[in-house]
């Protein structure tokens, strides 16, 4: 079986992948009966490998070594443990057997050592190109992520239009920046107190308006009882004709101006406080544009890390004792890894793996939008957060509870597998 593109897998598919005509249900969730027929209907396809492999041996030998080598791959996949009856297990103890004789006959057959050598390369061969091959699949699923929603929000603007490669890269930086810029809206939002977060994020009206937040009417207090004293002075100073009237009725005037200075602080109070639920909304909006930045990094930043491992794991298999058998399976004799991906002679190795991921990696992933987002979304991934921050023994467990909500802003069928992971 050749290279799938899509998965980066050769002979089998990752699970889910859409290249797949017939996707095995996932072994480990099989009951045993199931387990058992899934055995059963490999074993056939090896016995068909080795029928094929068997036909070919007198005049291509290499041949029938690729069939032996891909029937012990399937061999691999099947264990005997999965059997229910002795019987079963017995015509798989022979089949493996007739796979053993096949590959000897085939050596055999092959000058001096070639056969095991051609064995080793194919291997070799798999493993570099499976590597290789990941590699431009995901850089491919990055250059295709549809970075949208990222241009819908209430108030940021992060520039998502770049150019092809590692366009992830320079988004996480932006979308970083846009964090930074908002990083006071946490501390804002935790002056209103954890029993407000969850009508803050839902765009509610406060439940409970904490002590702090209500406006001081003590001005407006003080202001009242030094009116009242002042004309009660004036008057009281007028009756016992203590001092001439004009003094007195000062003082008088004094006390009312005081009484009306209180009543404008008292509504300067009340305006504050009556503009307290705009504040809340609005404080609201900010904060859940900044939980969908933080879960949109997050999401991003995993993205990018699989294209950097990607990379990491070829460039250390490159780098090793196999490097130069890999250089003369991909220049010079190039029959094993041609067994797996074939390609115009003309082209490099390199350019005709990216050509294909480019055709085959179509499916794109997406951020949902933040208008999409529900009202209960929204409180969990809010919830989560606060609780990680104030959990947080290291910066590694620092949002463990918040990852495993990113599938919420996960959109595109592309990255159901990733939702799938995470729910
Ligand atoms: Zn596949």
């Known amino acids: 079986m050749k290279l799938c593109v899509q998965c980066a897998r050769i002979t089998s598919h990752e699970p889910g992948c859409a290249a797949d005509p017939s996707p095995e ?11 058992h027929e899934r055995v059963l209907a490999g074993m056939q396809r090896v016995r068909d490998l080795v029928a094929a ?3 070919r041996l007198p005049g291509t030998p290499r041949e029938a070594l690729e069939h032996v080598w891909l029937a012990q791959d399937a061999l691999a996949r099947y264990p005997a443990s ?22 000897a006959d085939a050596c055999a057959a092959l000058p001096d050592g070639g056969g095991e050598r051609i064995a080793a390369d194919l291997d070799l061969a798999r493993k570099a190109l499976e590597l290789q091959a990941e590699i431009y699949r995901r850089r491919r699923e990055a250059a295709t992520f549809d970075l949208t929603a990222l241009g819908k929000l209430p108030h940021a603007r992060v520039n998502y239009a770049r150019s092809e490669a590692h366009v992830l890269d320079d988004v996480c930086l932006e979308v970083e920046s846009r964090l930074a810029e908002s990083s006071a809206l946490q501390r804002e939002v935790e002056t209103w107190g954890n029993a407000n977060l969850g009508a803050l994020v839902r765009g509610e009206a406060p439940p409970h308006v904490p002590v702090a937040k209500v406006p001081a009417g003590s001005r407006a207090s003080l202001a009242f009882g030094a009116g009242t004293a002042m004309i009660a002075l004036g008057v009281a100073l007028d009756v016992l004709k203590a001092i001439p009237p004009a003094p007195a009725a000062v003082f008088a005037a004094l006390g009312v101006v005081t009484l009306l200075a209180g009543l404008v602080f008292l509504v300067l109070r009340n305006r504050r406080y009556a503009m307290l639920p705009a504040e809340f909304q609005g404080l ?21 890390s699989l294209r950097e491992r990607a990379e990491d794991a070829f460039r250390q298999f490159t780098s090793g004792e196999s490097a130069a058998r890999w250089k003369r399976l991909r220049n010079e004799e190039r029959d094993a890894v041609r067994f797996f991906f074939d390609w115009e002679d003309k082209r490099t190795l390199e350019d005709a793996l990216n050509r294909a991921a480019t055709a085959a990696v179509t499916r794109k992933a997406k951020l949902v939008t933040f208008d999409a987002v529900k009202p209960d979304e929204w409180d969990a991934l809010a919830k989560a957060l606060a609780l990680d921050l104030a959990t947080a023994e290291s910066a590694a467990d620092e949002a463990q509870r918040f990852d495993v909500l990113l599938a919420l802003i996960a959109g595109g069928d592309g990255d159901a597998k990733v939702v799938g992971a995470l729910k």
């Open 53 to 55: 492999g068997r036909a």
């Open 284 to 304: 609201g909006i900010a904060y859940r544009e900044r939980l969908y930045l933080s879960a949109a990094l997050r999401f991003l930043r995993r993205r990018t």
């Open 25 to 35: 249900s996932d072994h480990a969730a099989l009951d045993p009966r199931a387990r």
């Open 82 to 103: 999965d059997l229910q009856s002795f019987d079963a297990k017995r015509d798989l103890n022979t089949l493996q057997k007739e796979v053993a004789a096949l590959r």
